[in-house]
């Protein structure tokens, strides 16, 4: 079964760009969630969607970052516009049920650098 | 408010010897807990998890770990390391406030020597 894939893998581009990351998460999974890592503050928590719709996005860092849900099978977190200190890798994740079994499935998250 | 701390930032140990990753955790309730593994340029994968019964946990790979609430502690734990055990491990706590949502402590990097 495929897990959960993240595109693009890799993302350079220019301060001021618009970006669009990807996630399709695991078939059946009904929770979503979208990490940022980077060296100086780990893991953090931006969103998270259950059947589609936003939970919590108390850890969206402002309002340059917007994730839409728009089916079972698809989000997107946009940063627009960037810039350098967006740069991190984005960790994209889903898991089954609100029933609190907590495990996270990840994808091999989009590293994006902003120049 | 929910946390975790991680207190070791790198830990190298040899080949061969034992293993135990540190892991506290600040919650009001009975806490859900997660240790998660991350190797080089790859997402996180779940080694163990907690949620009740039996306070000593095995996962996958040989590791477990051990519940101590009184400690407020979950350390992760393996008799025998093996080179291929080198990665980043996270412990983790889950929250259901409003939802659920996992918190995840800063991370160890684990390094293993011959």
């Known amino acids: 079964d495929a897990g959960v894939i993240q595109s693009p893998r890799h993302e350079v581009t220019e301060m001021g760009q618009e970006v669009t990351l990807r996630c399709k998460p695991i078939?059946?999974?009904?929770?979503l969630f979208w990490y940022r890592q980077t060296m100086m503050r780990g893991l953090e928590l931006l969103i998270y969607f259950n059947n589609n719709v936003p939970i919590d996005d108390s850890g969206m860092p402002e309002d340059r970052f917007s994730a839409k849900m728009p089916n079972a099978s698809f989000s997107t977190l946009k940063i627009q516009p960037s810039e350098p200190r967006d740069s991190a890798v984005y960790f994209c994740?889903?898991?089954?049920?609100?029933?609190?079994?907590?495990?996270?499935?990840f994808g091999e998250g989009s590293r994006l650098t902003v120049l | 408010a929910q946390s975790v701390t991680q207190p070791d930032i790198h830990i190298t140990v040899s080949e061969g010897a034992s293993l135990e990753l540190r892991c506290n955790y600040s919650y009001g309730a009975t806490p859900y807990l997660f240790w998660y593994v991350q190797s080089p340029g790859q997402g996180l994968q779940l080694l163990l998890k907690?949620?009740?019964?039996?306070?000593l946990v095995q996962g996958i790979k040989g590791f477990e770990a051990e519940f101590k609430r009184s400690q407020s502690s979950f350390n992760l734990r393996k008799p025998s390391v093996h080179w291929s055990d080198a990665a980043e491990y996270f412990c983790a706590v889950g929250a259901s406030t409003g939802g659920f949502k996992t918190i995840f402590g800063a991370g160890t990097r684990l390094f293993v020597k011959a």
């Open positions: 994740a889903s898991s089954l049920g609100g029933g609190f079994t907590g495990e996270l499935f």
């Open positions: 907690y949620f009740s019964g039996d306070t």
């Open positions: 078939s059946g999974h009904n929770s």
